[in-house]
């Protein structure tokens, strides 16, 4: 199993065509080495013995047939790679080192290879023997050749090497393939164990990251960042959900005990009714309590970040204070908006829109009659920033952090209706849009500021718009 | 009317079928996709309660479906998930209107005698609404009373212009939310109501029969004296 792993492994496969193509190389080189060496070595035998031939046939034309006799006759004596043969027109032996005219060279014109047996203290060696024939004047011919053991000598040396070569080659492809694809798939498993673990539930589990920088760490660090994300959700979804089962608990007990009151009862018409309109109320305040609380849970978590669009908050705000502007002119209060033109922010609309009319609904019942609303949108080169202020009695500093946790209405504000979720929706809306949320002194009154990225791309919002009309 | 409900809760089903045949309708049940999609096909009804989430068939699907049959019945589309990006395929699906669940039966109710109207009449392209004598008109932009001019801001002209188009009918504040701000909350101050009354007092104060009608534990509605 483990073998035929390793054999599939692309790495193993990788090194495989790369220990060919380096064998194939090797190869190529070393016969290019061989047949160029040969070449050299070929020519200079035969350039050796063209010059002894021309010599020799200097020597007969200049001093006749006794000469040449005598100094074949010298040049044989010389024990060595060289060989000779002088004849009469009928190949009859006159002076050399070879007893007979060979066989090889009867039909041959000038140049031949021989095979050459000669006697080398008591022992018959042969050797190969490059020869050229040459006719001299009056039909002595002529032959002077040369062992060529120099070329057999480096024909067996280059197959040497060769086999080494490819033996090595093939020894170290292999050794380094194994090698390598370990390494490789020791990693690769790795990852499959660590995922395995992570699916058995196990999420805080990671990749490990060696710190080389290749690509199994650029892998590993975008998965490790993907779980983080995952992780990130999973625990939000989890706390949502925990909380929303704890919160929700009050809400329906109340419920339940308002009934078991009615039942407990003795049974009249008026008051029975008067009780179901009540749980019918109550009703309607759990779910719409549940339905806050699953929004803040849901942005909390981030979900839905991914879709957010590119708007005019402006626009946005100037709608949310339209629609307050009859309820703060009912109540004495001035409303007043001051917006600048492209304020644009990457947001859900939703969510935004009912996060500010959460800010405008917390600024009217707060604010005494007489009193003034401002909400205004203003930006700067990276950012886009609302500010709804109002006139009332403010929040004191102590309690700026704890109004936007669920459920927290601060004294003063027990007799006006509410449930305390709407600062806690702005902060869960805050933090998913990547704003910063500031709760401040109006001197009198509050002043709330959030502060967006801003999303400069126009590019973008003509891409929303094209969304929204399409 | 004649409603067809596609819901595959017997419970939800059964309370609604009570309370459409109190407010005198007929409503017929289906409590799977498919057959809730066979008796769409057969039958003639003037609104389609689909729950979203059904055996068998969902319920995007078989409105699809019905659509691409050329079934042009309004579809009021039920559903327990109430996030903007449901909403949209919902509707992109072919549905009219979208409900999430649970919902109060007024709510219901209203949305769809809105719809089923709709389906009726084709005044879309009307260039003057008029109810009584109270006239819009929607290229210039102005409304008379008796022949006096009313001036509305543009908020208040919408506000009214989808009181018009659904008058006889009972329009509820999330109806308005929708329609005319176009938001999917409740704000948590009854500002419809405010809205409601400063209209109201442009267009009925000084008249012997007011037009713009409170109904209790519903919503409002626009309609002539009788
Ligand atoms: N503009 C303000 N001026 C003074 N106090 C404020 C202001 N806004 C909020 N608060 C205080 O913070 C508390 C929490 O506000 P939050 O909006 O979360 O809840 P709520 O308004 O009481 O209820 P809900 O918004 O859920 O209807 C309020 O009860 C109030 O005491
Ligand atoms: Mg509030």
Redo the contacts between chains.
Sequence with gaps: MRRANLIKSSAFRLTLLYMILFGTSVLGLLAFIYLSTIAVIDRQTEDTIDAEVRGLAEQYREQGLARLIEVIRLRSSIEGQDYYLLTDPNLRPLAGNLSAWPKEAEGAKDWVDLTVTRNSKGQEVSHDVRAQLFTLSGGYRLLVGRDTHERTNIRSIVVKALGWSVAAAVGLGLVGGIVISRRMLRRVEHVARTSQGIMAGDLSRRMAVTGSGDEFDRLATSLNAMLDQIERLMTGMRLATDSLAHDLRSPLTRLRGRIELALRQPPQAARDREALADVLRQAELALSTFDSLLKIAMAEAGVGAADLRVIDLAAVARDAAELYEPVAEEAGIRLRIETQGGAMVRAQPELLAQSITNLIDNAVKNTPSGGEITVAVGLSRSSVTLRIGDTGPGIPAVDRQRVLDRFVRLEESRSTPGAGLGLSLVAAVAKMHGAQLHLGDAGPGLVITLIFPIAASAHDSAEWRAVTEA | MRILMIEDDAETADYLRKGLGESGHVADHAATGPDGLSMALAGTYDALIVDRMLPGLDGLTLIKSLREQKVPTPVLILSAL????DRVRGLKAGGDDYLIK?F?FSELLARLEALARRGGAEDAVATRLMIADLEMDLLARTVRRGGRKIDLQP?EFRLLEYLMRHAGHVVTRTMLLEGV?D???????N?ID??IS?LRGKIDKGHAAPLLHTVRGAGYSLRAPS
């Design positions: 109430g996030q903007v990006n649970p109060a908020r701000w938001y999917h909350f409740d704000p948590q101050t500002v405010v809205h400063r």
